[in-house]
């Protein structure tokens, strides 16, 4: 559990994720991502790697990943099992522990934690209330709704980041995936994130957000 095999990506973010972190170096998802570290000159990345079944990675193993084993007794308090399978992880050569979500099209920001058993839920809403509080957010919707997988992140990178950690949420948006019918623009992109922090009652500038990387990667950078 928390080690999840993942077939070859055929399409959307799946398959632009594994091409990104797969490449050769120099990568063009590197270049995009380290001016944003200050500092920092490469990442090495642990997953979703070719080698390693193209797994991805969530609780404890999630943790182990990111040689962070010690919190796993406190993040089981925090959150519940079953908690966000990421995308990719990595870390840069100056210790920048790197929590990659990606996406191909808007609709993936909607999401919901469906399935969650009730006591489930009541952590999961007890962690939210923290994050909201330590934004200072002002909730037109509750954060467990229509962008949870945003706000679920939000919450492991405000875990780490009081535990401690040098953790930074890198949001991959990918332009151009036609078959997905995703954006063709990085505005596109930017303004459908102001509608998620609007509904979402979060201000652009937040204890959090110096830790959140946008960037927007082309499918052409990764056709090869």
Same mark, same amino acid.
């Given at each position: 559990? &928390?080690?999840? /095999?993942? !077939?070859? &990506?055929?399409? &959307? %973010?799946?398959?632009?994720?594994?091409?990104?972190?797969?490449?050769?170096?120099?990568?063009?998802?590197?270049?995009? =991502?380290?001016?944003? $570290?200050? +500092?920092?000159?490469?990442? #090495?990345?642990?997953?979703?790697?070719?080698?390693?079944?193209?797994?991805?990675?969530?609780?404890?193993?999630? $943790?182990?990943? =990111?040689?962070?084993? @010690?919190?796993?007794? /406190?993040?089981?308090?925090?959150? !519940?099992?079953?908690?966000?399978?990421? @995308?990719?992880?990595?870390?840069?050569?100056? +210790?920048?522990?790197?929590?990659?979500?990606? /996406?191909?099209?808007?609709?993936?920001?909607?999401?919901?934690?469906? &399935?969650? %058993?009730? @006591?489930? $839920?009541?952590?999961?809403?007890?962690?939210?209330?923290?994050?909201?509080?330590?934004?200072?957010?002002? *909730?037109? #919707?509750?954060?467990?709704?229509?962008?949870?997988?945003?706000?679920?992140?939000? #919450?492991?990178?405000?875990?780490?980041?009081?535990?401690?950690?040098?953790?930074?949420?890198? $949001?991959?948006?990918?332009?151009?995936?036609?078959?997905?019918? +995703?954006?063709?623009? *990085?505005?596109?992109?930017?303004?459908?994130?102001?509608?998620?922090?609007?509904?979402? +009652?979060?201000?652009?500038?937040?204890?959090? %957000? /110096?830790? =959140?990387?946008?960037?927007?990667?082309?499918? %052409?950078?990764?056709?090869?």
């Amino acid at each position: 559990m &928390g080690r999840v /095999k993942q !077939p070859v &990506g055929k399409r &959307g %973010s799946l398959k632009w994720i594994q091409k990104a972190i797969n490449q050769v170096p120099p990568r063009k998802l590197d270049e995009l =991502i380290l001016p944003k $570290l200050t +500092g920092a000159k490469s990442i #090495a990345w642990t997953s979703p790697i070719s080698s390693d079944d193209h797994a991805e990675y969530s609780d404890a193993a999630f $943790l182990e990943k =990111i040689k962070a084993s @010690d919190l796993t007794a /406190k993040l089981s308090k925090f959150w !519940p099992a079953r908690g966000p399978q990421w @995308d990719a992880l990595g870390r840069s050569d100056r +210790g920048d522990i790197l929590l990659v979500e990606a /996406k191909a099209h808007i609709d993936e920001l909607c999401s919901s934690p469906a &399935g969650a %058993s009730s @006591d489930s $839920l009541r952590k999961i809403r007890a962690a939210l209330r923290k994050t909201v509080s330590y934004l200072g957010a002002n *909730p037109r #919707a509750p954060w467990t709704e229509i962008f949870y997988q945003l706000t679920n992140r939000l #919450a492991h990178l405000y875990f780490l980041r009081t535990h401690g950690q040098k953790a930074w949420l890198v $949001l991959v948006n990918v332009v151009g995936d036609t078959d997905m019918r +995703g954006p063709a623009s *990085p505005q596109e992109w930017e303004a459908a994130y102001q509608v998620v922090r609007h509904v979402l +009652g979060i201000k652009d500038r937040n204890r959090l %957000s /110096k830790y =959140i990387v946008h960037v927007y990667p082309s499918v %052409s950078d990764f056709a090869a």
